[in-house]
Protein backbone atom coordinates (compact mmCIF):
# COMPACT_ATOMS: atom_id res chain seq x y z
CA UNK A 1 0.00 0.00 0.00
CA UNK A 2 1.52 2.96 -1.32
CA UNK A 3 -0.82 5.58 -0.02
CA UNK A 4 -0.81 7.48 3.07
CA UNK A 5 -4.04 7.38 5.98
CA UNK A 6 -3.71 10.85 6.91
CA UNK A 7 -3.63 11.90 3.35
CA UNK A 8 -6.27 9.49 2.24
CA UNK A 9 -8.90 10.96 5.17
CA UNK A 10 -8.39 14.48 3.77
CA UNK A 11 -9.67 13.96 0.45
CA UNK A 12 -12.02 11.51 1.36
CA UNK A 13 -15.14 10.81 3.34
CA UNK A 14 -15.79 7.21 4.58
CA UNK A 15 -19.13 5.71 5.36
CA UNK A 16 -18.94 2.78 7.28
CA UNK A 17 -21.66 0.32 8.68
CA UNK A 18 -21.75 -3.03 10.52
CA UNK A 19 -23.14 -6.04 10.74
CA UNK A 20 -23.10 -7.99 13.67
CA UNK A 21 -24.23 -11.81 14.15
CA UNK A 22 -24.53 -13.09 17.88
CA UNK A 23 -25.16 -16.98 18.68
CA UNK A 24 -27.25 -16.09 22.19
CA UNK A 25 -26.56 -18.71 25.00
CA UNK A 26 -29.67 -20.59 25.49
CA UNK A 27 -29.43 -24.32 26.78
CA UNK A 28 -31.55 -25.28 23.42
CA UNK A 29 -31.36 -24.07 19.72
CA UNK A 30 -34.59 -21.85 18.65
CA UNK A 31 -36.86 -23.81 17.15
CA UNK A 32 -35.89 -27.76 18.97
CA UNK A 33 -35.03 -28.65 22.30
CA UNK A 34 -31.33 -30.15 20.96
CA UNK A 35 -28.71 -28.94 23.21
CA UNK A 36 -26.36 -25.44 21.94
CA UNK A 37 -23.44 -26.68 23.97
CA UNK A 38 -20.20 -25.80 22.11
CA UNK A 39 -17.65 -29.14 21.01
CA UNK A 40 -19.91 -32.03 21.17
CA UNK A 41 -18.74 -34.90 18.74
CA UNK A 42 -20.12 -34.06 15.41
CA UNK A 43 -23.94 -34.28 14.39
CA UNK A 44 -24.95 -35.57 18.13
CA UNK A 45 -27.03 -32.51 18.97
CA UNK A 46 -29.60 -33.05 16.33
CA UNK A 47 -33.24 -33.77 15.76
CA UNK A 48 -35.81 -33.70 12.72
CA UNK A 49 -36.69 -30.22 12.89
CA UNK A 50 -32.81 -29.16 12.64
CA UNK A 51 -31.99 -31.65 10.52
CA UNK A 52 -35.31 -30.10 8.25
CA UNK A 53 -36.96 -33.79 7.93
CA UNK A 54 -40.00 -33.50 6.34
CA UNK A 55 -43.32 -33.07 8.51
CA UNK A 56 -40.72 -31.81 11.67
CA UNK A 57 -42.21 -28.81 12.76
CA UNK A 58 -40.38 -25.82 14.33
CA UNK A 59 -41.44 -24.26 18.07
CA UNK A 60 -40.01 -20.97 18.75
CA UNK A 61 -38.08 -20.48 21.82
CA UNK A 62 -39.09 -18.30 24.00
CA UNK A 63 -35.62 -17.78 25.97
CA UNK A 64 -34.36 -16.67 22.55
CA UNK A 65 -36.85 -13.99 22.29
CA UNK A 66 -36.59 -12.26 25.36
CA UNK A 67 -33.01 -12.05 24.59
CA UNK A 68 -33.53 -10.77 21.93
CA UNK A 69 -36.08 -7.73 23.13
CA UNK A 70 -33.59 -7.38 25.81
CA UNK A 71 -30.65 -6.79 23.07
CA UNK A 72 -32.78 -4.34 21.77
CA UNK A 73 -34.07 -2.26 24.75
CA UNK A 74 -30.23 -1.97 26.07
CA UNK A 75 -29.87 -0.48 22.29
CA UNK A 76 -32.97 1.70 22.59
CA UNK A 77 -34.85 0.18 19.89
CA UNK A 78 -38.87 0.05 19.83
CA UNK A 79 -39.92 -3.04 20.30
CA UNK A 80 -42.77 -4.75 17.35
CA UNK A 81 -45.54 -5.76 19.21
CA UNK A 82 -46.37 -8.03 16.24
CA UNK A 83 -43.85 -9.37 13.68
CA UNK A 84 -43.06 -12.78 11.79
CA UNK A 85 -40.41 -14.79 10.81
CA UNK A 86 -40.05 -15.71 7.23
CA UNK A 87 -37.93 -18.19 5.26
CA UNK A 88 -34.87 -17.37 3.40
CA UNK A 89 -34.78 -19.57 0.81
CA UNK A 90 -31.35 -20.73 -0.72
CA UNK A 91 -29.22 -23.47 -1.01
CA UNK A 92 -26.42 -24.47 0.72
CA UNK A 93 -25.60 -27.82 2.18
CA UNK A 94 -24.91 -26.32 5.90
CA UNK A 95 -28.95 -25.87 5.87
CA UNK A 96 -30.24 -28.83 5.28
CA UNK A 97 -33.81 -26.97 5.09
CA UNK A 98 -32.93 -25.31 2.12
CA UNK A 99 -33.94 -22.14 3.91
CA UNK A 100 -33.14 -20.14 6.79
CA UNK A 101 -35.68 -19.49 9.36
CA UNK A 102 -34.95 -15.41 9.59
CA UNK A 103 -36.90 -12.37 9.87
CA UNK A 104 -37.06 -10.10 6.83
CA UNK A 105 -39.59 -7.06 6.77
CA UNK A 106 -40.96 -8.03 9.98
CA UNK A 107 -38.14 -7.53 12.70
CA UNK A 108 -38.69 -7.93 16.30
CA UNK A 109 -36.58 -4.40 16.94
CA UNK A 110 -36.10 -1.18 15.22
CA UNK A 111 -35.00 2.37 15.37
CA UNK A 112 -32.28 2.31 18.45
CA UNK A 113 -28.53 3.84 18.53
CA UNK A 114 -25.78 2.87 20.67
CA UNK A 115 -23.50 5.80 21.59
CA UNK A 116 -19.59 5.22 21.43
CA UNK A 117 -17.07 6.88 22.86
CA UNK A 118 -13.50 7.86 20.73
CA UNK A 119 -10.88 10.39 21.86
CA UNK A 120 -13.22 12.72 23.83
CA UNK A 121 -15.73 12.59 21.28
CA UNK A 122 -19.20 10.84 21.50
CA UNK A 123 -20.87 9.18 18.28
CA UNK A 124 -24.21 8.20 18.02
CA UNK A 125 -24.39 4.90 15.75
CA UNK A 126 -28.31 4.27 14.84
CA UNK A 127 -29.11 1.11 14.62
CA UNK A 128 -31.77 0.04 11.76
CA UNK A 129 -32.80 -2.96 13.31
CA UNK A 130 -32.12 -6.54 15.47
CA UNK A 131 -33.83 -9.69 14.42
CA UNK A 132 -33.77 -13.09 15.10
CA UNK A 133 -32.75 -15.83 13.29
CA UNK A 134 -31.18 -19.39 13.15
CA UNK A 135 -27.64 -20.18 12.62
CA UNK A 136 -26.24 -22.68 9.87
CA UNK A 137 -24.47 -26.13 10.70
CA UNK A 138 -20.61 -26.36 9.74
CA UNK A 139 -18.96 -27.66 6.62
CA UNK A 140 -15.31 -28.89 7.01
CA UNK A 141 -13.58 -29.40 3.82
CA UNK A 142 -10.53 -32.20 3.71
CA UNK A 143 -7.74 -32.84 1.70
CA UNK A 144 -6.77 -29.67 0.41
CA UNK A 145 -3.64 -26.81 1.38
CA UNK A 146 -5.91 -24.31 2.31
CA UNK A 147 -8.84 -25.94 4.32
CA UNK A 148 -11.03 -24.25 1.58
CA UNK A 149 -13.39 -26.06 -0.80
CA UNK A 150 -10.94 -25.51 -4.14
CA UNK A 151 -8.74 -28.77 -3.70
CA UNK A 152 -10.24 -30.52 -1.67
CA UNK A 153 -11.06 -34.27 -2.08
CA UNK A 154 -14.20 -34.19 0.68
CA UNK A 155 -16.41 -32.17 2.62
CA UNK A 156 -18.27 -33.35 5.96
CA UNK A 157 -20.87 -31.40 7.64
CA UNK A 158 -21.82 -30.89 10.94
CA UNK A 159 -25.49 -29.96 12.02
CA UNK A 160 -24.85 -29.17 15.73
CA UNK A 161 -24.63 -25.35 14.83
CA UNK A 162 -27.46 -25.80 12.76
CA UNK A 163 -30.54 -24.01 14.49
CA UNK A 164 -28.52 -22.30 17.18
CA UNK A 165 -30.29 -18.83 17.98
CA UNK A 166 -28.69 -16.37 15.96
CA UNK A 167 -29.39 -12.55 16.67
CA UNK A 168 -28.28 -10.07 13.82
CA UNK A 169 -28.05 -6.42 14.54
CA UNK A 170 -27.52 -3.94 11.83
CA UNK A 171 -26.87 -0.53 12.30
CA UNK A 172 -27.56 2.48 10.23
CA UNK A 173 -24.78 3.95 7.98
CA UNK A 174 -22.19 5.94 9.71
CA UNK A 175 -20.76 9.08 8.53
CA UNK A 176 -19.03 12.17 9.77
CA UNK A 177 -16.25 10.09 11.31
CA UNK A 178 -13.39 10.99 9.24
CA UNK A 179 -10.08 9.92 10.10
CA UNK A 180 -11.70 7.89 13.25
CA UNK A 181 -13.86 5.67 11.19
CA UNK A 182 -11.55 2.75 11.95
CA UNK A 183 -11.98 3.51 15.95
CA UNK A 184 -15.41 4.43 16.17
CA UNK A 185 -16.17 1.00 14.20
CA UNK A 186 -13.41 -0.74 16.81
CA UNK A 187 -15.22 0.90 19.85
CA UNK A 188 -19.03 0.32 18.42
CA UNK A 189 -18.06 -3.66 18.13
CA UNK A 190 -16.05 -3.17 22.00
CA UNK A 191 -19.15 -1.52 23.35
CA UNK A 192 -21.42 -3.74 21.56
CA UNK A 193 -19.75 -6.57 23.09
CA UNK A 194 -19.51 -5.15 26.75
CA UNK A 195 -23.48 -4.90 27.29
CA UNK A 196 -23.96 -8.46 25.32
CA UNK A 197 -22.22 -9.91 28.02
CA UNK A 198 -23.55 -7.31 31.08
CA UNK A 199 -27.27 -8.56 29.53
CA UNK A 200 -25.80 -12.37 29.84
CA UNK A 201 -27.28 -13.23 26.26
CA UNK A 202 -23.97 -14.82 25.13
CA UNK A 203 -20.66 -15.70 26.26
CA UNK A 204 -19.45 -13.34 22.74
CA UNK A 205 -16.47 -15.23 22.59
CA UNK A 206 -15.05 -13.51 18.77
CA UNK A 207 -12.34 -16.56 18.44
CA UNK A 208 -15.00 -19.40 18.92
CA UNK A 209 -17.45 -17.49 16.53
CA UNK A 210 -19.97 -16.36 18.76
CA UNK A 211 -19.71 -13.10 17.96
CA UNK A 212 -18.84 -12.03 14.50
CA UNK A 213 -18.65 -9.29 12.50
CA UNK A 214 -19.11 -8.08 9.09
CA UNK A 215 -17.95 -4.48 7.94
CA UNK A 216 -19.02 -1.86 5.23
CA UNK A 217 -16.94 0.51 3.84
CA UNK A 218 -17.27 2.83 1.44
CA UNK A 219 -15.35 6.72 0.79
CA UNK A 220 -17.06 9.67 -1.06
CA UNK A 221 -15.24 12.09 -2.09
CA UNK A 222 -14.81 14.62 0.48
CA UNK A 223 -17.50 17.22 1.16
CA UNK A 224 -19.19 15.80 -1.81
CA UNK A 225 -22.28 14.22 0.26
CA UNK A 226 -22.32 11.29 -2.52
CA UNK A 227 -22.13 7.92 -1.05
CA UNK A 228 -20.01 5.67 -2.94
CA UNK A 229 -19.94 1.58 -3.74
CA UNK A 230 -19.52 -0.27 -0.52
CA UNK A 231 -17.54 -3.51 -0.07
CA UNK A 232 -18.80 -5.73 2.65
CA UNK A 233 -15.68 -7.19 4.75
CA UNK A 234 -16.41 -10.80 5.99
CA UNK A 235 -15.99 -12.70 9.24
CA UNK A 236 -14.03 -10.19 11.15
CA UNK A 237 -13.02 -12.58 14.17
CA UNK A 238 -10.96 -9.82 16.62
CA UNK A 239 -11.92 -6.35 17.94
CA UNK A 240 -8.48 -5.21 16.81
CA UNK A 241 -9.34 -6.72 13.58
CA UNK A 242 -12.37 -4.77 13.36
CA UNK A 243 -9.85 -1.46 13.02
CA UNK A 244 -7.51 -3.25 10.61
CA UNK A 245 -10.26 -3.95 7.78
CA UNK A 246 -11.67 -0.58 7.78
CA UNK A 247 -8.59 1.12 7.41
CA UNK A 248 -7.09 -1.22 5.09
CA UNK A 249 -10.01 -1.45 2.80
CA UNK A 250 -10.27 2.55 2.84
CA UNK A 251 -6.91 2.38 1.75
CA UNK A 252 -7.49 -0.01 -0.88
CA UNK A 253 -10.88 2.16 -2.14
CA UNK A 254 -8.59 5.06 -2.28
CA UNK A 255 -5.88 3.67 -4.66
CA UNK A 256 -8.33 2.49 -6.86
CA UNK A 257 -10.63 5.88 -6.94
CA UNK A 258 -7.27 7.71 -7.05
CA UNK A 259 -6.41 5.50 -10.40
CA UNK A 260 -9.87 6.62 -11.65
CA UNK A 261 -11.30 3.25 -11.07
CA UNK A 262 -14.32 1.98 -9.98
CA UNK A 263 -15.03 -0.14 -6.65
CA UNK A 264 -17.05 -3.36 -7.18
CA UNK A 265 -19.73 -3.97 -4.82
CA UNK A 266 -18.62 -7.25 -3.44
CA UNK A 267 -17.97 -9.06 -0.41
CA UNK A 268 -14.53 -9.38 0.98
CA UNK A 269 -12.49 -11.44 2.99
CA UNK A 270 -10.18 -10.27 5.89
CA UNK A 271 -6.76 -11.85 6.03
CA UNK A 272 -5.42 -11.67 10.20
CA UNK A 273 -1.64 -12.30 8.57
CA UNK A 274 -1.19 -9.59 6.36
CA UNK A 275 -4.09 -7.12 7.60
CA UNK A 276 -5.78 -6.79 4.70
CA UNK A 277 -9.09 -7.87 2.42
CA UNK A 278 -9.18 -10.63 -0.45
CA UNK A 279 -12.14 -10.07 -2.71
CA UNK A 280 -14.69 -12.44 -2.45
CA UNK A 281 -18.13 -13.14 -4.32
CA UNK A 282 -19.43 -10.03 -6.06
CA UNK A 283 -22.85 -9.16 -5.05
CA UNK A 284 -23.65 -6.67 -7.87
CA UNK A 285 -26.51 -9.07 -8.85
CA UNK A 286 -28.36 -8.99 -5.74
CA UNK A 287 -29.19 -12.74 -4.95
CA UNK A 288 -33.26 -13.42 -5.22
CA UNK A 289 -34.03 -15.20 -1.63
CA UNK A 290 -37.70 -15.10 -2.05
CA UNK A 291 -38.90 -14.42 1.12
CA UNK A 292 -41.98 -15.48 2.45
CA UNK A 293 -43.53 -15.68 5.56
CA UNK A 294 -42.91 -18.36 7.36
CA UNK A 295 -46.37 -20.51 7.44
CA UNK A 296 -45.05 -23.10 10.49
CA UNK A 297 -45.05 -20.57 12.72
CA UNK A 298 -47.49 -18.35 14.45
CA UNK A 299 -46.45 -14.50 14.52
CA UNK A 300 -44.28 -13.24 17.59
CA UNK A 301 -46.79 -10.71 19.83
CA UNK A 302 -44.82 -9.72 22.69
CA UNK A 303 -47.42 -8.53 25.25
CA UNK A 304 -46.76 -4.98 26.27
CA UNK A 305 -46.44 -6.28 30.37
CA UNK A 306 -43.56 -8.31 29.37
CA UNK A 307 -41.61 -6.18 27.24
CA UNK A 308 -42.09 -3.61 30.44
CA UNK A 309 -40.79 -5.84 32.90
CA UNK A 310 -38.15 -7.43 30.61
CA UNK A 311 -36.97 -3.89 30.39
CA UNK A 312 -37.38 -3.16 34.45
CA UNK A 313 -35.01 -6.28 34.86
CA UNK A 314 -32.38 -5.27 32.65
CA UNK A 315 -29.08 -4.90 34.68
CA UNK A 316 -27.05 -1.33 35.02
CA UNK A 317 -25.08 -0.96 31.79
CA UNK A 318 -21.65 -0.87 30.80
CA UNK A 319 -22.01 3.17 30.38
CA UNK A 320 -23.76 3.67 33.62
CA UNK A 321 -21.32 1.42 34.94
CA UNK A 322 -18.52 3.26 33.86
CA UNK A 323 -19.88 6.75 34.46
CA UNK A 324 -20.72 5.00 38.38
CA UNK A 325 -17.12 3.81 38.88
CA UNK A 326 -15.25 6.82 37.42
CA UNK A 327 -17.25 8.61 40.30
CA UNK A 328 -16.59 6.26 42.64
CA UNK A 329 -12.76 5.56 41.97
CA UNK A 330 -12.22 9.38 41.13
CA UNK A 331 -10.87 9.09 37.66
CA UNK A 332 -10.33 11.32 35.34
CA UNK A 333 -12.07 11.14 31.93
CA UNK A 334 -9.07 10.13 30.42
CA UNK A 335 -7.63 7.64 32.92
CA UNK A 336 -11.00 6.21 32.44
CA UNK A 337 -11.11 6.03 28.74
CA UNK A 338 -7.65 4.08 29.24
CA UNK A 339 -8.64 1.66 31.14
CA UNK A 340 -11.75 1.05 28.43
CA UNK A 341 -9.38 0.90 25.71
CA UNK A 342 -7.35 -1.78 27.82
CA UNK A 343 -10.62 -3.53 28.85
CA UNK A 344 -9.60 -3.63 32.40
CA UNK A 345 -12.41 -1.17 33.39
CA UNK A 346 -14.49 -4.72 35.11
CA UNK A 347 -10.52 -5.72 36.93
CA UNK A 348 -10.03 -2.86 38.48
CA UNK A 349 -13.18 -2.45 39.75
CA UNK A 350 -13.66 -5.77 41.03
CA UNK A 351 -10.49 -5.43 42.26
CA UNK A 352 -11.44 -2.39 44.61
CA UNK A 353 -14.37 -4.55 45.65
CA UNK A 354 -11.93 -6.93 47.12
CA UNK A 355 -10.49 -4.26 49.16
CA UNK A 356 -7.74 -2.89 46.97
CA UNK A 357 -7.04 1.08 46.76
CA UNK A 358 -8.42 2.14 43.23
CA UNK A 359 -5.12 4.18 42.00
CA UNK A 360 -3.13 0.77 43.13
CA UNK A 361 -5.46 -1.82 41.24
CA UNK A 362 -5.37 0.72 38.25
CA UNK A 363 -1.21 0.45 38.00
CA UNK A 364 -1.55 -3.49 38.52
CA UNK A 365 -3.88 -3.77 35.58
CA UNK A 366 -2.14 -1.26 33.27
CA UNK A 367 0.67 -1.68 34.09
CA UNK A 368 2.51 -5.19 34.85
CA UNK A 369 -0.20 -7.32 33.96
CA UNK A 370 -1.83 -5.48 30.44
CA UNK A 371 2.30 -6.38 29.92
CA UNK A 372 1.95 -9.95 30.53
CA UNK A 373 -1.32 -10.12 28.53
CA UNK A 374 0.22 -8.47 25.26
CA UNK A 375 2.91 -10.62 25.23
CA UNK A 376 0.47 -13.32 24.93
CA UNK A 377 -1.58 -11.00 22.37
CA UNK A 378 -5.19 -10.95 24.67
CA UNK A 379 -6.86 -8.62 27.04
CA UNK A 380 -5.49 -8.55 30.51
CA UNK A 381 -8.82 -9.81 32.39
CA UNK A 382 -7.83 -12.89 30.34
CA UNK A 383 -5.01 -13.82 32.09
CA UNK A 384 -5.20 -16.68 34.37
CA UNK A 385 -5.36 -14.71 37.50
CA UNK A 386 -8.75 -13.50 39.16
CA UNK A 387 -9.15 -9.95 40.67
CA UNK A 388 -9.24 -10.97 43.92
CA UNK A 389 -5.51 -12.30 43.67
CA UNK A 390 -4.64 -8.81 42.65
CA UNK A 391 -6.30 -7.52 45.88
CA UNK A 392 -4.26 -9.99 47.84
CA UNK A 393 -1.30 -9.14 46.22
CA UNK A 394 -1.44 -5.30 46.47
CA UNK A 395 -2.13 -6.08 50.53
CA UNK A 396 0.73 -8.22 50.85
CA UNK A 397 2.81 -5.05 48.67
CA UNK A 398 1.70 -2.16 51.18
CA UNK A 399 1.62 -4.19 54.12
CA UNK A 400 5.56 -4.67 53.41
CA UNK A 401 5.21 -8.49 52.91
CA UNK A 402 6.39 -8.14 49.83
CA UNK A 403 8.21 -5.74 47.23
CA UNK A 404 6.73 -4.67 44.44
CA UNK A 405 9.06 -7.12 42.32
CA UNK A 406 8.99 -10.07 44.50
CA UNK A 407 4.71 -9.18 43.59
CA UNK A 408 5.47 -9.42 40.38
CA UNK A 409 7.39 -12.75 40.63
CA UNK A 410 4.29 -14.13 42.56
CA UNK A 411 2.75 -13.26 39.46
CA UNK A 412 4.36 -15.34 37.63
CA UNK A 413 3.93 -18.03 39.59
CA UNK A 414 0.07 -17.98 39.86
CA UNK A 415 -0.04 -17.48 36.22
CA UNK A 416 2.76 -20.66 35.89
CA UNK A 417 1.21 -22.81 37.87
CA UNK A 418 -2.56 -21.74 38.57
CA UNK A 419 -1.93 -21.66 42.24
CA UNK A 420 -3.21 -19.30 44.98
CA UNK A 421 -0.93 -16.26 45.53
CA UNK A 422 -0.20 -17.06 49.24
CA UNK A 423 0.72 -20.64 48.22
CA UNK A 424 3.07 -19.74 45.41
CA UNK A 425 4.78 -16.98 47.48
CA UNK A 426 5.19 -20.16 50.14
CA UNK A 427 6.93 -22.59 47.38
CA UNK A 428 9.03 -20.25 46.16
CA UNK A 429 10.06 -18.35 49.13
CA UNK A 430 9.24 -15.12 48.03
CA UNK A 431 9.45 -13.07 51.37
CA UNK A 432 11.27 -10.04 52.06
CA UNK A 433 14.29 -10.65 53.52
CA UNK A 434 13.72 -7.93 57.08
CA UNK A 435 16.81 -9.88 58.68
CA UNK A 436 19.37 -7.02 59.33
CA UNK A 437 22.03 -8.89 60.05
CA UNK A 438 21.42 -11.18 56.69
CA UNK A 439 21.48 -7.86 54.89
CA UNK A 440 24.19 -6.04 56.17
CA UNK A 441 26.39 -9.37 55.28
CA UNK A 442 24.87 -8.60 51.92
CA UNK A 443 25.47 -5.62 52.25
CA UNK A 444 29.44 -6.16 53.53
CA UNK A 445 30.14 -8.83 50.62
CA UNK A 446 28.60 -5.74 48.19
CA UNK A 447 31.34 -3.27 49.24
CA UNK A 448 34.21 -5.94 49.22
CA UNK A 449 33.09 -7.41 45.36
CA UNK A 450 33.44 -3.25 44.26
CA UNK A 451 35.92 -1.53 45.97
CA UNK A 452 35.81 1.33 43.62
CA UNK A 453 32.21 2.06 44.33
CA UNK A 454 32.57 1.83 47.81
CA UNK A 455 35.21 4.41 47.12
CA UNK A 456 33.29 6.86 45.36
CA UNK A 457 30.74 6.74 47.88
CA UNK A 458 32.75 7.46 51.07
CA UNK A 459 34.28 10.43 48.64
CA UNK A 460 30.80 12.31 48.67
CA UNK A 461 29.38 10.77 45.54
CA UNK A 462 26.29 9.17 47.29
CA UNK A 463 24.08 8.28 44.20
CA UNK A 464 26.99 5.96 43.38
CA UNK A 465 25.75 4.10 46.19
CA UNK A 466 23.12 2.58 43.37
CA UNK A 467 25.18 0.11 42.11
CA UNK A 468 25.65 -1.44 45.48
CA UNK A 469 22.15 -1.36 46.40
CA UNK A 470 21.80 -3.35 42.99
CA UNK A 471 24.51 -6.01 43.76
CA UNK A 472 22.57 -6.25 47.52
CA UNK A 473 19.05 -6.42 45.49
CA UNK A 474 20.66 -9.20 43.25
CA UNK A 475 22.34 -11.45 45.77
CA UNK A 476 19.15 -11.17 47.90
CA UNK A 477 17.31 -12.14 44.59
CA UNK A 478 14.85 -9.12 44.56
CA UNK A 479 13.68 -9.91 48.33
CA UNK A 480 15.17 -6.99 50.27
CA UNK A 481 13.44 -3.33 51.00
CA UNK A 482 15.62 -1.47 48.77
CA UNK A 483 14.99 1.41 50.91
CA UNK A 484 16.56 -0.44 54.24
CA UNK A 485 19.29 -2.15 51.91
CA UNK A 486 20.27 1.94 51.03
CA UNK A 487 20.69 2.81 54.50
CA UNK A 488 22.50 -0.27 55.85
CA UNK A 489 24.88 -0.02 53.16
CA UNK A 490 25.13 4.06 53.26
CA UNK A 491 25.91 2.86 57.15
CA UNK A 492 28.97 0.64 56.47
CA UNK A 493 30.27 3.16 54.43
CA UNK A 494 29.94 5.66 57.33
CA UNK A 495 28.19 7.86 55.11
CA UNK A 496 25.13 10.33 55.78
CA UNK A 497 23.72 12.43 53.35
ZN1 LIG B 1 -32.87 -30.22 16.83
Known sequence: MTLNYDDVVTRYDPVIGLETHVELGTASKMFCGCSTEFGAPANTHTCPVCLG?????PVANASAIEYTIRIGLALNCSIASWCRFARKNYFYPDMPKNFQTSQYDEPLC??????????GNTYRVGIERVHLEEDTGKNTHVGGATGRIHGAEYSLVDYNRAGIPLVEIVTKPVEGTGELAPEVAKAYVTELRDIL???????VRMEQGSLRCDVNTSLSLAGSGVWGTRTETKNVNSLRSVERA???EMLRQAEILDAGGRIKQETRHFQETTGTTRSGRSKEEATDYRYFP?????????????????????????????????????????DLQQMVNAGVVEAVASTVEAGAAAGEARNWWMGYLAQLANARDIEAPALPITPVQVARLIALVSDGTLSTALARQAVDGVLETGADVDEVIATRGLAMVSDTSALTDA?????????????????????AVGALVGAVMKAT???ADAAAVRTILLERLSVSE
Open 443 to 463: ADAAIAANPDVAEKVRGGKVA
Open 294 to 334: EPDLVPLAPAPEWVAEIRGSLPELPAARRTRLQAELGLSTE
Open 197 to 203: RTLGVSD
Open 477 to 479: RGQ
Open 246 to 248: VRS
Open 53 to 57: LPGAL
Open 110 to 119: VEGYLDVDVQ
